[in-house]
C-alpha cells in the first residue's frame, strides 16, 4: 500500500515537472529577434488601435524587414508623431494600407475590429438632449460591423453627428442617422423605447404656469411604477421642455369658470391616468403636486414667510 502511495506521488510529481518543461518550450519557441516585440504595440492617438507582431511574423510568415524600414521606422513612435499615420493615409497606401488594401490582405476600412477593438462604452452625449449608446450592445449582441453604420450613417470622427446641426429625433424619423435602422422594421422605431438611450429627469420639475407650484417627479412614475416614456410623451405631454407653461391663462374673476378651466386642464394633461381608475383621481389628494407656496420654498432652499398669514398665526 505504502510502496503503491510513493509511486503515485512519483508519477505526479514528474507530469508537474514535464507540464512545466512544456510549457517552458512553448515561451522558449517565441523568438523576438525573429518575430519581434511578444507584446502588442498599443496606440492612443489619433485613435486607440493595437498592432501585434507575432499575428504577422509567426502566424502570417513575414519577416521584419517587410515592414522596417521602408513602412515604419524601427524607432517607436516615429508615425504617430509624423502627424501623418491616419486612415486616410493608409487608403491611399502607406502605412498599413501598403499590405491592407483588400488583396494582399483585408482593407482597412474593413474588419475594424481587429486593430480597433470595440469602442468603450457608453457614448454619452449631452446636446441636443442627454442620451447614450452603446457599440458593445450593436456589435456583440447585434453582430452587427462597424462598417454598419460607418461611414454612410455615421463619420468615423467624434462630434460630427452633433456638429451637423440635425442630429435631432425629427432626422431619425426621416430615416438618417440611428433612423435608418430604428425604423420599425429593422430594430424599434426611434419614437419608442425612449429609456433605451434618454435618461429620464433625475431632478423633480417644479411648473408655476398655469398652475403654481406644481412638483412632478419622474423617477416616482418610471423607477417605481414602471411606466415607459411614451405612457405619457408624446400624446399627452410634447417631449419639449416649456409645452405646460405655454398654457393660455385665464383671467376670468367668475369661479365657475375657473373650475371649468382647471378641470379641462387636468382632464387634458394628467387626469388622463389620475381618474380615480388607473391612479388616484386629480380632485383628491392634491397636496401630493400642489405643494404651495411654503413647499415651493422649501424646494428652493428659501425662507420665505407670508407676512399676513405668519402675523395672523394661520
Known amino acids: ?22 510549457t517552458s518550450l512553448a515561451e522558449d519557441e517565441y523568438d523576438v529577434k ?24 509567426m502566424d502570417a510568415g513575414l519577416e521584419c524587414n517587410s515592414c522596417h524600414d521602408d513602412l515604419f521606422s524601427m524607432q517607436r513612435g516615429t508615425a504617430v508623431s509624423s502627424h501623418k499615420f491616419t486612415m486616410k493615409a493608409m487608403a491611399e497606401g502607406q ?20 486593430c480597433h477593438g470595440v469602442a468603450e462604452d457608453p457614448m454619452i452625449w449631452d446636446e441636443p438632449t442627454k442620451a447614450a449608446f452603446s457599440h458593445t450592445s450593436h456589435v456583440e449582441d447585434m453582430g452587427l460591423e462597424c462598417s454598419s453604420c460607418h461611414t454612410g450613417t455615421f463619420a468615423m470622427k467624434k462630434g460630427a453627428a452633433t456638429a451637423n446641426k440635425d442630429f435631432t429625433m425629427a432626422s431619425f424619423k426621416e430615416g438618417k442617422y440611428c433612423g435608418s435602422c430604428h425604423n420599425g422594421d429593422d430594430a424599434f422605431d426611434s419614437a419608442s423605447q425612449c429609456e433605451s ?10 411648473f408655476t404656469q398655469p398652475v403654481k407650484s406644481v412638483v412632478f417627479d419622474h423617477d416616482i412614475h418610471v423607477t417605481r411604477e414602471s411606466l415607459s416614456c411614451e405612457s405619457c410623451h408624446k400624446e ?30 387636468h382632464n387634458k394633461y394628467c387626469g388622463t391616468c389620475h381618474d380615480s381608475s388607473q391612479a388616484f383621481g386629480y380632485l383628491t389628494r392634491c397636496t401630493v403636486c400642489h405643494i404651495g407656496v411654503k ?9 420665505k414667510k407670508n407676512d399676513a398669514h405668519g402675523k395672523s398665526k394661520h
Not at 410634447?238 to 407653461?245: C, I
Open 34 to 57: 525573429l518575430y519581434g516585440p511578444k507584446s502588442s504595440i498599443e496606440w492612443n492617438k489619433p485613435i486607440k488601435a493595437t498592432f501585434d507582431h507575432k499575428t504577422h511574423t
Open 95 to 114: 502605412f498599413c494600407g501598403s499590405c491592407h488594401d483588400g488583396d494582399t490582405a483585408f482593407a482597412t476600412d474593413t474588419n475594424c475590429m481587429a
Open 197 to 206: 438611450c434618454h435618461f429620464p429627469p433625475a431632478e423633480k420639475i417644479v
Open 1 to 22: 500500500m505504502i510502496k503503491s502511495s510513493v509511486l503515485t506521488v512519483s508519477f505526479m510529481t514528474m507530469a508537474a515537472s514535464l507540464l512545466l518543461a512544456g
Open 295 to 303: 413647499g415651493f420654498d422649501k424646494m428652493s432652499g428659501g425662507n
Open 236 to 265: 399627452v405631454f410634447a417631449m419639449k421642455k416649456g409645452t405646460v407653461e405655454g398654457q393660455e391663462l385665464i383671467l376670468s374673476d367668475d369661479p365657475a369658470e375657473k373650475r371649468k378651466y382647471l378641470e379641462n386642464l
